[in-house]
């Protein structure tokens, strides 16, 4: 059982290898969930919920929030690993009520 498993997983990593050495060239089989232009990529919002129609490309504006947003999630995430440090401070008392 256990060389099953290990054959199947060389036999899978030679595949995946030989994939990225024959590129995108024309005439390559490339399944349609590895296209980037695949529509399903297109009709996906950022919050993952699916439109009927292929969205609109985002504005600067729109990115500025995006970028905005991922570092909010990233100081939430430092403070919660070292949520002994900062659970009775006044940091995270301010962040709360901020948002």
Do not use: C
């Amino acid at each position: 059982m256990k060389k099953d498993i290990d054959t199947l997983k060389t036999e899978e990593q030679a595949e995946i290898i030989s994939k990225y050495d024959k590129g995108r060239r024309d005439g390559v089989d490339i399944d349609p969930w590895e296209d980037a232009n695949y529509n399903i990529y297109k009709v996906t919002d950022r919050f993952g919920f699916l439109h009927e129609e292929e969205l609109p490309t985002p504005t600067a504006v729109e990115e500025k929030q995006k970028l905005q947003e991922i570092e909010r999630v990233e100081k939430w995430l430092k403070m919660v690993k070292k949520w002994n440090k900062y659970k009775n401070s006044d940091k995270l008392a301010k962040r709360v009520y901020k948002g």
